[in-house]
């Protein structure tokens, strides 16, 4: 097979970037190592900024986001037994939309498969090779046989454990990385969220985030110690802890229901740079990780493949290499700002096994600070809702 761009993974970056190339006339091929049901069943991130929800109109993959997503215009941080409101669309003039990864990842399918893009799930020891050469190409395994995609880009949105970083040898790349001494603990459940905005709690019990995915699902958080055992939190106790953790007026309004899906993500920071290695790109959560708490891992995704698909577009259109020359630079710049922002936001909402005295201190003045400093709000609600692409 040939195509122009080949694009490992079939996640939000991957199918994304497929989708703006289909529609600019660029051939492409989408190659995944799971199946579609698998990649649907993953429950992720929840919150899009502006720059994502304009990225997925253009690909023509927003009109159920926008019927059935939920635009917010605030946010709850929960302290001191009581809610302080940040104003987004006060203080930016811009919302978030609610919207899960999971239906982002259905719309963008079903768009694939309506514009007849190809998509080759279940694919065996996907290897990218010769991208430090003009002649790029993948391989991989499927009934038995090894196929080969001749290519002129290879697009690695293959996520932190994929393939395409680990192909480049380690004397060409840097890695940051950060890890964090806790995980959250996630729920599903389809019980009306507590709140009609989200809430951020700093508590001496640890982090908690009420999220939602609709006014019928709620999706909700505890920070956990990294060795706990799912089979250790009954719902029960779950929502018991989730309380403690809550202003006593939530706490009393909140719902319970049983939870159809819980699992515990670890919390890391990471960055490798460059992300461009001949005609090798790295794209989202293949190239760098934040912790969740800034909600910023897919919105990041969806700008790496913005700058991407302009350098791309470019060369196709213009046969300049000016914007794939400046992908890695262009995206890096944004990642670091939004690594800064979720670091801040984890070290700010998170209580840390070290943090007794002065670092706890610290974290109260901060919070403190930040809910009577106009300009300190304004500061968050702008790196909350995204910072220009
Ligand atoms: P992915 O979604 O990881 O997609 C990569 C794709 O590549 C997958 O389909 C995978 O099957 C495929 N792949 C992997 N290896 C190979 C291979 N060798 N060959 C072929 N295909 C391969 N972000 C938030 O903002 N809020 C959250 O609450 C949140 N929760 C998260 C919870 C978890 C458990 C994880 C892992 C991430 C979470 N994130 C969250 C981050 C967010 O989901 C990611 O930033 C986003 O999924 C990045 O999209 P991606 O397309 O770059 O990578
Ligand atoms: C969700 C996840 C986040 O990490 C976050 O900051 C906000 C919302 C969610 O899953 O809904």
């Known amino acids: 097979m040939r195509t122009q761009v080949a694009i490992i993974g079939s996640g939000p970056s991957g199918l994304l970037l497929g989708q703006l190339l289909t529609n600019a006339g660029i051939d492409n091929i989408v190659i995944d190592r799971v199946s579609k049901d698998y990649i649907l069943g993953r429950v992720r991130a929840g919150v899009l900024e502006e720059g994502m929800v304009g990225l997925l109109n253009r690909a023509g993959a927003g009109s159920r986001m926008h ?5 917010h215009e605030g946010v709850l941080l929960a302290f001191d037994g009581q809610d302080h409101r940040i104003d987004l669309f006060g203080l930016t003039d811009k919302r978030v939309m609610v919207y899960g990864q999971t239906e982002v990842t259905h719309d963008l399918m079903d768009k694939r498969e309506a514009t007849g893009g190809i998509t080759i799930y279940e694919a065996g020891n996907v290897t990218p090779h010769g991208f430090a050469g003009e ?15 001749d290519c002129d ?23 940051f990385e950060k890890v964090y001494p806790f995980g959250w603990l996630g729920i599903l459940a389809d019980v009306p969220p507590v709140s009609h905005e989200l809430i951020y709690a700093n508590h001496p019990r640890g982090f908690a985030l009420c999220s939602m995915r609709s006014e019928t699902r709620s999706r909700y958080y505890i920070q956990c110690a990294l060795d706990e055992k799912i089979e250790d939190w009954g719902d029960d ?15 009393e309004a909140m719902v319970t229901g049983p939870s159809f899906e819980k699992s515990i993500a670890p919390l890391r920071s990471f960055v490798a740079e460059p992300m461009r290695f001949g005609k090798l790109f ?9 912790p969740p708490t800034g909600a910023k891992g897919l919105n990041l995704a969806a700008s790496d493949v913005h700058y991407l698909f302009e350098g ?3 060369f196709y259109g213009e046969r300049s290499t000016a914007g794939i020359d400046a992908y890695s630079p262009r995206a890096l710049k944004r990642i670091w700002k939004a690594e800064r922002f979720s670091w801040s936001m984890t070290m700010m909402l998170h209580r840390f096994p070290d943090t007794e005295g002065f670092g706890q201190k610290i974290q109260e003045a901060e919070l403190d600070y930040l809910v009577h400093s106009t ?11 995204g910072l220009p692409y």
């Open 312 to 314: 791309l577009q470019e």
């Open 237 to 251: 106790r779950f929502y018991d802890e989730l309380r403690r953790r809550l202003p006593s007026a939530h706490a």
């Open 153 to 175: 880009f290879i697009a690695g949105c293959d996520g932190y454990h994929g393939v395409s970083r680990k192909s480049v040898p380690e004397a060409a790349i840097k890695t």
């Open 67 to 71: 019927a059935e997503g939920l635009p």
């Open 282 to 290: 790295l794209v989202g959560d293949a190239a760098h990780i934040v």
């Open 375 to 385: 300009a300190a709000s304004t500061a968050l609600a702008e790196n909350y809702v």
């Open 135 to 149: 002649q790029p190409y993948i391989t991989y395994e499927m009934d038995g046989t090894t196929h080969r995609i």
